[in-house]
C-alpha cells in the first residue's frame, strides 16, 4: 500500500471559511479477496477515538488545526478505525486500486504556521 499526502497548502487567515484538498491510497489485494481499509486519528488527535472526528494537524509551538478525512467527495462519511467503524470495504482485484480520500479544514482561523499531522492507514482482509 502505498498513499499521497493531503496538501491544504497555504490560506490567508479568516474564519469560518472551509478548505478542501484530496489525496489518495494505492491499495493491491488478492482477486476476490475482501478487505476494509480505515484510517486512525493521527497523531495529534485531541482525544482518540474510531470515527475520526477529532483529527488535529499541530506546529512547531503545538498549536492546531483541526481537519477531517472522508470517504465522500461531499464529506460527510468520516474515515474511521479499522477496529472501529466507518471503514471502506472493498473486494481485491490482483491490480492497483486508488482509492480517494478527501480532506477538509473547516476553518482557516489558525496563527501562521507549517502545520502536519500523521495518520495510518490499515487494511485488514
Do not use: E, K
Not at 494505492?26 to 475520526?52: E, R, W
Amino acid at each position: 500500500m502505498s498513499a499521497s499526502d493531503i496538501d491544504f497548502s497555504s490560506h490567508a487567515r479568516s474564519t469560518g471559511t472551509p478548505v478542501d484538498a484530496q489525496g489518495t491510497l494505492q491499495v493491491n489485494c488478492t482477486l476476490g479477496t475482501p478487505y476494509a481499509i480505515g484510517l486512525n486519528a493521527g497523531t495529534n488527535a485531541s482525544s482518540p477515538t474510531a470515527a475520526g472526528d477529532n483529527r488535529r494537524m499541530a506546529d512547531a509551538n503545538n498549536q492546531y488545526v483541526a481537519y477531517g478525512l472522508y470517504r465522500d467527495a461531499g464529506r460527510q462519511d468520516v474515515w474511521g478505525d479499522v477496529l472501529g467503524s466507518n471503514t471502506l470495504a472493498g473486494t481485491g482485484t490482483a491490480t492497483d486500486q486508488l482509492i480517494p480520500v478527501f480532506g477538509r479544514v473547516p476553518s482557516t482561523n489558525a496563527a501562521a504556521g507549517s502545520y502536519v499531522d500523521t495518520v495510518v492507514a490499515t487494511v485488514t482482509y
